[in-house]
């Protein structure tokens, strides 16, 4: 493959734009080579003054084809999950640390692939102005790639999961961040005996997440 030179997304982002304007922008990002073969890009959506805001790694196949985040079996048991804990998602606002989807074609199958470091960085400019554009009072990162992309930091889920730490370059002002696991971690135990105790302790973050906001 051709090298790409990866400038990052911010000449793309508008500035101070609102999530409207910041949603019409992303189509046209090439901040990354990630565009190339993706769909389309999958920004973030739902209520664009949240004071809850989810962060997850990076859309999947159907997220991909349909354009909106957590629409495929990881959203859905995110859903159950965020029912669970007493949240309303539709109050929400969801995006992901990288707006497009990133694979490996396996045959005809595409199969997930995790964001590169650098990735988490060429795109951090809309989740910057997401955060800006919203102004949530708690964000959830959902996983090792969407805590790097709120914190700006690498961080260890299993150490640091469940309680609310400080927002890193103060994005959303005074917002607190609680990171828990990717509901596609969760999802990968179905069926096994850890799935039980590890699908109640994303509940239990997401209650810490929500007991921020009373
Ligand atoms: N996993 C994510 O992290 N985000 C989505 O939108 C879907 C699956
Ligand atoms: Fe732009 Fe992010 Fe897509 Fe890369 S992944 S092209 S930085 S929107």
Not at 143 to 156: E, I, Q, S
Not at 184 to 204: K, N
Request: net charge negative; hydrophobic share 45%; with cysteine.
């Amino acid at each position: 493959m051709a090298e790409f030179a990866r400038p990052g997304a911010q000449e793309w982002v508008p500035d101070g734009g609102d999530v409207a304007e910041l949603r019409a922008a992303a189509p046209d990002c090439r901040g990354c080579e990630l565009y190339r073969d993706a769909t389309q890009v999958v920004f973030g959506s739902g209520t664009s003054r949240a004071r809850l805001m989810l962060v997850g790694e990076q859309p999947g196949d159907q997220e991909d084809r349909i354009g909106e985040p957590f629409v495929g079996p990881a959203g859905r048991l995110l859903g159950d999950a965020l029912g669970e804990a007493g949240i309303d998602s539709s109050a929400a606002y969801v995006t992901n640390a990288v707006k497009h989807f990133r694979f490996e074609l396996r045959g005809k199958r595409r199969l997930h692939k995790s964001p590169a470091v650098a990735h988490i960085g060429a795109c951090n400019p809309w989740l910057e102005a997401e955060l800006k554009a919203v102004g949530p009072e708690v964000v959830v990162a959902l996983g090792a790639t969407a805590a790097r992309g709120v914190l700006g930091r690498p961080a260890k889920v299993g150490a640091e999961r469940g309680r609310a730490l400080p927002d890193r370059l103060g994005a959303a002002e005074d917002a607190r961040v609680v990171l828990t696991v990717h509901p596609s971690a969760v999802l990968r135990l179905r069926g096994t005996p850890d799935f039980d105790g590890e699908f109640a302790a994303l509940i239990a973050d997401l209650r810490t997440a929500a007991a921020l906001l009373e």
